[in-house]
T-cell receptor, first 114, second 115 residues
């Protein structure tokens, strides 16, 4: 069975500092990987996705993620965090035949210090 | 273009009652899926509909059901509510069914509280 682990439940960074959110997955087939962001009281917004090809993917709002098959990881990074990035971030895994059936990690809540 | 619309936004029910939640997908989107979000279990897939047919189902009891109408609007129903059903229920839509490489758009959810 597939699973996604986000080891950090909470992370606090200073505005302007760099950010890395960790995601490890377990999936038998070739995974499709996603990062979503959720602001309080809101639904999920897709930041970026990886299906194949270049293992470094660029997303919206200046985010990027790197797929490392050998480490079963898909970490999210941003070089300089803005106060508006404070939210909860979810890593998810799916596959070609899974349709909309994604398996999500538990989420990482990001707080940004001024 | 309007996003995924879920109604109602908030709902309070008591144990044993049943509830129906509604989701209107983005115009042109025919695939609709539902997720449950709780602090303890996180985000869990409930089911997916395409062309009025259930395509995938998550690991939830039979009290949870859904349907999709010919205009792609979807409803989910929970019967005999339990306290543990308190959650944010999220609906998501995309244009087609099958390959996951299409962007999935989420609504803001319906917050259900069971007392």
């Amino acid at each position: 069975a597939q699973s996604v682990t986000q080891p950090d439940i909470h992370i606090t960074v200073s505005e302007g500092a760099s950010l890395e959110l960790r995601c490890n997955y377990s999936y038998g087939a070739t995974p499709y990987l996603f990062w979503y962001v959720q602001s309080p009281g809101q639904g999920l917004q897709l930041l970026l996705k990886y299906f194949s090809g270049d293992t470094l993917v660029q997303g919206i709002k200046g985010f990027e993620a790197e797929f490392k098959r050998s480490q079963s990881s898909f970490n999210l990074r941003k070089p300089s965090v803005h106060w508006s990035d404070a939210a909860e971030y979810f890593c998810a895994v799916g596959s070609y035949n899974a349709g909309n059936m994604l398996t999500f990690g538990g989420g990482t809540r990001l707080m940004v210090k001024p | 273009k309007a996003g995924v619309t879920q109604t109602p936004r908030y709902l309070i029910k008591t144990r044993g009652q049943q509830v129906t939640l509604s989701c209107s997908p983005i115009s042109g989107h025919r695939s609709v899926s539902w997720y449950q979000q709780t602090p303890g279990q996180g985000l869990q897939f409930l089911f997916e509909y395409f062309s009025e047919t259930q395509r995938n189902k998550g690991n939830f009891p039979g009290r949870f059901s859904g349907r999709q109408f010919s205009n792609s609007r979807s409803e989910m129903n929970v019967s005999t509510l339990e306290l543990g059903d308190s959650a944010l229920y999220l609906c998501a839509s995309r244009r087609s069914q099958g390959a996951t490489n299409e962007k999935l758009f989420f609504g803001s959810g319906t917050q259900l509280s069971v007392l």
